[in-house]
């Protein structure tokens, strides 16, 4: 297991640059550790930024550091070196089927802990340790243990390829380019990887700041599902309880229509059945008189029946009219048809506001914003006039033409002091806050002018990365040269291609996180487009780097709504 130990110490003291153990290592203030020569070389190239950074976390320093050699670094490769050669192999050290055998072993080969690429040949930790001594072959570049180091063998002249024909694209050794690649555009392999790698380097800086944007983006839909979660959930449980006391309101009136119809039903049967009873006793009383009267004709007694016949003949006056009027039977038809009535509007009623609340349904859009316009009279559909806030100008800047244009003057202004004057940057920013779905054009005059948008809270002095728009998380912007664009997000840059115009159209959707960048001539070319989370509302700016450059916001006329896209 000694040698295990061996091999991951050889990989924690390896400069991250070159890939080999560490030569003259020097540490940053980050705390990475790289060869003294290799972190030189990286840092020479960036030199013309200004800003140099460390290759590994990106932390950057301003101004460059001054490095001095970590001498118990360097001890301790020394020692590696020697320990290393000390330890036995061990059976996991001899190679497998799957691993890069060494080239120099006889009989059973060892696994290969590197591999030279200008030799070419792969070695063991016993026959690299030549390429550590000889100083001949300390100038050899090794790599990571690899079986395709025969590509890197030119086919034609059997020569290391260390040369890049950026003519044809390819790798040729030093003898292709007296024949083949005669009069090509040709560069050391190593320069050609130095600026592909800074190529990839932006691209994976573009990528992972694509990754958080998804990431965000992914986030916020998910919030979004559960927010239409919770409102369809409230407004089904809202309209369970509307319709449940519409029910019972309903059920209510209905029992109380029962109520109030038996109620006058048991009112007018008792009253019917007084009379009757009343009408029932008249009529006995009648029969009776009628039997007395018979029993009288039949007296055959003429004085008995005068002398009984007033009295038997007298008749009580009845208390009743002596004819009833039955109504027709329609006692409580009206009740009736004045529910059905009632059941009909509310139908009408509920029929009409069903089409309004399935309407309403429909309609709920969770989409974040329309697709984003195809021609220029789309865009201007949504063009927005904007003045710039002179409270925000800094004293180099002079605005004109209503507040629309500004010039970057050599001598300064006699500005009153205010805390939204931009003073460690020549910036501007607008009167206006930009939401929404807003369009803008801005014509250049001069050299160098930087087109933007940034929260109003974004720094008004001090350092560049806090105040300049690009270089901070609260301002994007795109800066226009004579023929070239570059755009800036949180001090990262992406450099752009496009047409050469003198005007540039900028496309906000605050909603949706879109912002675009457009070359306006006879036609428009997108230059940039951001997709982010706008979480403020956005002021359109102006940033300037030479004297006399001028950026004016052009007066244009909104479109009619009937321009359709196509």
Not at 127 to 148: E, F, R
Not at 164 to 180: A, K, V
Not at 287 to 311: A, C, I, M, V, W
Not at 538 to 555: Q, R, S
Request: aromatic content about 8%.
């Amino acid at each position: 297991m000694a040698q295990k130990g061996v091999q991951l110490d050889q990989e924690t003291f390896s400069c991250s640059i070159c890939l080999d153990l560490l030569k003259d290592p020097v540490t940053t203030t980050c705390g990475h550790s790289y060869c003294m020569n290799c972190i030189k070389s990286f840092w020479d190239e960036e030199d013309r930024k200004g800003i140099h950074s460390c290759p590994q976390c990106r932390k950057t320093f301003t101004p460059r550091p001054v490095l001095e050699k970590n001498v118990m670094f360097a001890a301790l490769v020394e020692q590696l070196k020697k320990t290393g050669l000390q330890a036995a192999p061990a059976d996991h050290c001899y190679a497998g089927p799957e691993d890069v055998a060494c080239d120099v072993c006889t009989g059973r080969k060892l696994k290969a802990i590197k591999s030279c690429l200008s030799c070419p040949a792969s070695y063991c930790e016993e026959h690299l340790q030549p390429h550590y001594d000889a100083a001949p072959l300390k100038k050899h570049k090794l790599v990571a243990p690899s079986k395709k180091l025969q590509e890197n063998i030119c086919s034609r002249h059997d020569e290391v390829m260390k040369i890049f024909c950026r003519t044809d694209q390819q790798s040729i050794c030093y003898l292709c380019t007296m024949d083949e690649h005669k009069g090509h555009e040709t560069v050391p392999a190593a320069a050609e990887r130095t600026e592909k790698q800074k190529e990839l380097e932006v691209r994976r800086l573009n990528i992972q700041q694509r990754i958080q944007e998804r990431e965000k983006d992914v986030k916020l839909l998910q919030q979004e599902v559960e927010a239409i979660n919770g409102s369809a959930d409230k407004a089904v449980e809202d309209s369970e309880k509307m319709f449940t006391e519409l029910i019972r309101l309903i059920q209510k009136r209905s029992s109380d229509v029962k109520q109030q119809v038996r109620s006058q039903q048991e009112t007018e049967v008792s009253r019917v059945k007084e009379l009757q009873e009343k009408l029932e006793q008249e009529i006995a009383e009648l029969k009776r008189k009628d039997g007395e009267l018979e029993q009288l004709s039949h007296t055959e007694d003429h004085n008995q029946f005068l002398h009984n016949y007033p009295s038997l003949s007298a008749l009580s006056e009845s208390t009743h009219s002596s004819s009833i009027n039955i109504r027709p039977l329609s006692y409580f038809e009206d009740v009736t048809a004045a529910v059905s009535e009632t059941r009909d509007k509310l139908q009408d009623i509920l029929r009409e506001e069903w089409t309004n609340i399935s309407l309403t349904v429909t309609e709920v859009d969770v989409l974040l914003s329309p697709p984003e316009p195809k021609t220029r009279a789309g865009f201007l559909k949504y063009s927005h006039e904007i003045t710039l806030d002179p409270n925000t100008a800094n004293t180099h800047l002079l605005l004109s033409e209503g507040n629309r244009k500004v010039t970057f003057m050599k001598q300064q202004k006699s500005y009153s002091d205010h805390p939204d004057r931009f003073t460690g940057c020549y910036q501007v920013l607008s009167r206006e806050s930009l939401t929404g779905r807003c369009y803008w054009e801005v014509e250049k005059g001069g050299l160098e002018v930087g087109v933007a948008v940034a929260y109003k809270n974004i720094s008004r002095g001090g350092s560049l990365n806090e105040c300049s728009f690009g270089n901070n998380d609260k301002s994007w912007a795109l800066y226009w040269y004579t023929n070239s664009y570059k755009f800036w997000h949180n001090n990262v840059q992406t450099v752009l291609s496009g047409p050469r115009s003198s005007r540039v159209g900028v496309y906000l959707d605050h909603r949706a996180g879109i912002l675009s960048f457009y070359s306006v001539s006879e036609t428009m070319t997108l230059l940039h487009r951001v997709q982010t989370t706008f979480t403020q509302p956005l002021y359109a700016g102006f940033c300037f780097l030479g004297v006399g450059d001028t950026a004016e916001l052009i007066k244009v006329k909104k479109r009619r709504q009937v321009d359709v896209d196509p």
